[in-house]
């Protein structure tokens, strides 16, 4: 499935209902739920008094109970205009910045970021393990790297510290393969060997530069083979314990990756806070490449939201983004003095989005001419995420 044109999309969701129906026809609720009481299958009926169709038991041993269609789904609990909700998802996939969002969808920037911040967890369900192991037989190389996002500034006597970029990349048959991002702490070897360790298949070849910690690799059991920048791009082996003569190296392939990376990431966003969840969908938009609209639409059918774990605002978004598979563990308090940052300003992409050049006052993404707020006026406790058992 290609990524649907506006006009496509505006057709699928010209009313509630088929807005409603894009959803349930793409899978993105749950299976048919089963009555508390004797577990039998519940059956979807859609009254008239509901927004959303419900899941009812036809027995009368519970008194008939209904579920909503949408519990367990990222739609659940929602006080925003489903149709709005969606065009704020596809024109986030579509990387169009939070200005065209706010301005063509008709909703705040603190409902904006709440609908991003989910998506990104969305993003980081679909990252699985496997996405992460890089190497094996069938592996040319690993090219590992360390890369600075951002510059030692001054403003006013106040440093404005940027953050180390940890990044392996694979080759296969010439071409990039499978990738690993995530800030680092520091570039110390108990910082940057567990992470190998961690995310490549022992025995695999790993060209890297000659950064102190990198050259126990081959003590490890890597073929470790080592660059020496100092002497050219491309040199002969300079790995410790092993010689192979004249045959010359490099690491040309994640220098280049670090170009795209850095394109994807502003340099607002090179920050603890904000890095992790750019370098989550770098990865994400990568798994996915030209699939990014389908890889949604998946990711939003696996990923359960679970209610019932919401719990201090700023205290869950710290342990979501703390256990983020971008985000090295560690001690970060060197960065303590960088700015804060909102889920909002993650939306705002250099570049040209689809939704950026619609006229302001287009009616593609409100048929009805309801003048209602936000309605998020309660204050947003995100929702912790699992992927749903298949």
């Known amino acids: 499935m290609s990524f649907p044109t506006i ?175 995530c800030i680092v702490p520091n570039r110390t070897a108990d910082t940057l060997i567990p992470l190998i360790q961690n995310h490549v298949v022992p025995g695999t070849k790993i060209v890297s530069d000659c950064h102190a910690p990198y050259m126990r690799l081959r003590s490890l059991g890597y073929d470790h083979y080592a660059v020496n920048h100092s002497m050219g791009f491309a040199t002969v082996n300079y790995s410790q314990g092993h010689n192979n003569g004249n045959t010359l190296y490099n690491s040309n392939m994640i220098e280049g990756f670090w170009t795209a990376v850095k394109r994807s990431v502003d340099r607002r966003h090179r920050t603890v806070d904000a890095c992790p969840w750019k370098l989550l969908e770098f990865l994400w938009r990568r798994k996915h490449y030209n699939q990014h609209w389908q890889g949604l639409l998946q990711g939003l059918q696996d990923t359960e939201f679970d209610i019932n774990s919401s719990i201090n605002n700023s205290t869950i978004i710290e342990e979501i983004t703390n256990h983020l598979p971008t985000r090295a563990p560690g001690d970060y308090s060197r960065y303590q003095n960088q700015e804060d940052f909102s889920f909002i300003d993650l939306v705002d992409h250099i570049g040209d989005g689809l939704l950026d050049h619609i006229d302001s006052d287009s009616s593609s993404f409100s048929s009805e001419s309801e003048s209602e707020s936000d309605s998020n006026n309660s204050e947003y406790l995100p929702a912790r995420t699992r992927r749903r058992i298949q």
């Open 7 to 181: 006009i496509e999309f505006a057709s699928q969701i010209s009313t509630h209902e088929g807005a409603v129906m894009f959803l349930v026809n793409h899978n993105v609720f749950s299976d048919p739920m089963l009555c508390n009481r004797n577990s039998t299958q519940m059956h979807i009926t859609w009254p008239q008094s509901k927004t959303y169709p419900r899941w009812r038991c036809t027995n009368s041993c519970c008194g008939r109970s209904t579920k909503s269609v949408t519990q367990g789904s990222y739609f659940y609990n929602r006080k925003a205009n489903l149709r709005k909700i969606l065009w704020s998802i596809y024109g986030f996939i579509a990387q169009n910045t939070s200005f065209s969002l706010t301005r063509q969808v008709g909703l705040e920037r603190r409902t904006i970021a709440q609908i991003i911040h989910d998506i990104y967890q969305v993003m980081d369900n679909d990252i699985t393990d496997e996405d992460l192991l890089l190497g094996g037989p069938d592996v040319d190389e690993v090219q590992i790297d360390e890369s600075k996002f951002g510059k030692n500034k001054h403003h006013r006597g106040h440093p404005v510290l940027g953050v180390w970029v940890f990044g392996m990349v694979e080759k296969k048959n010439g071409r990039a393969g499978k990738a690993f991002l």
